[in-house]
């Protein structure tokens, strides 16, 4: 079965960078995209970015642009999303998410199990 | 930006009602629209893809219908399981964009 696991909870100081993984496993890593999503305590969703996990093409939003960067590693089939010059408002639950095809418009079907990054000095 | 509201954004409702959640976008996503469901502490599980087919495993009585601008997220008789935080979301245009969500709470 499909599987994302990410990495742990995370407390981060203003300014400093933060780095999430995210390992897949129970398909080939390289024919769907993954997307990082996060979510503000209490709050909904915000798109960040996806990377095409087979040639490593990515897309950002506009409003993190620049301080976000998608990479992965196929050998290890793992994404990795990090979050540079970090505030109070970056806090929040971070998933990673595969959607439920491989092509075209596709929602959201498997999703990590969350990160939590704390920002606070 | 394709915007998403959501409404109402927050519903009581008593097991066995029919309930229904409505989400409006800002211009025509033809019928790229999703439904989730989040309780709390967990990850979203999707309901329904493309407006209105319900995704594997998931119960029948949960529906989806619409098109353009307007869509409806319908649970035909509500269940204990079903408590929980509804949300939309557009996949055709980036940003990829999600409404602000419906709380289904216990009347």
């Known amino acids: 079965q499909v599987q994302l696991v990410q990495s742990g909870a995370e407390v981060k100081k203003p300014g400093a960078s933060v780095k999430v993984s995210c390992r897949a496993s129970?398909?080939?890593?390289?024919?769907?995209?993954l997307h990082w999503v996060r979510q503000a305590p209490g709050q909904t969703f915000e798109w960040m970015a996806w990377?095409?996990?087979?040639?490593?093409?990515?897309k950002y939003s506009e409003k993190l642009q620049g301080r976000v960067t998608i990479t992965r590693d196929t050998s290890a089939t793992t994404a990795y999303m990090e979050l540079s010059s970090l505030r109070s408002e970056d806090t929040a639950v971070y998933y990673c998410?595969?959607?439920?095809?491989?092509?075209?418009?596709?929602?959201?079907?498997?999703w990590g199990q969350g990160t939590l990054v704390t920002v606070s000095s | 930006d394709v915007q998403m509201t959501q409404s109402p954004s927050t519903l009581s409702a008593s097991v066995g009602d029919r309930v229904t959640i409505t989400c409006r976008a800002s211009?025509?996503?033809?019928?790229?629209l999703a439904w989730y469901q989040q309780k709390p502490g967990k990850a979203p599980n999707l309901l329904i893809y493309?407006?209105?087919s319900l995704q594997s495993g998931v119960p029948s009585r949960f529906s989806g219908s619409g098109s353009g601008t307007e869509f409806t997220l319908t649970i035909s008789s509500l269940q204990p399981d079903d408590f929980a935080t509804y949300y939309c979301?557009?996949?055709?245009?980036?940003?990829?964009?999600f409404g602000g969500g419906t709380k289904v709470e216990i009347k």
């Open positions: 998410v595969r959607g439920h095809a491989s092509g075209g418009y596709y929602a959201f079907q498997h």
């Open positions: 129970g398909y080939i890593f390289t024919n769907y995209h």
């Open positions: 990377i095409n996990t087979g040639n490593g093409d990515t």
């Open positions: 211009q025509s996503i033809s019928s790229w």
């Open positions: 493309k407006a209105s």
């Open positions: 979301q557009q996949y055709t245009n980036y940003p990829l964009t």
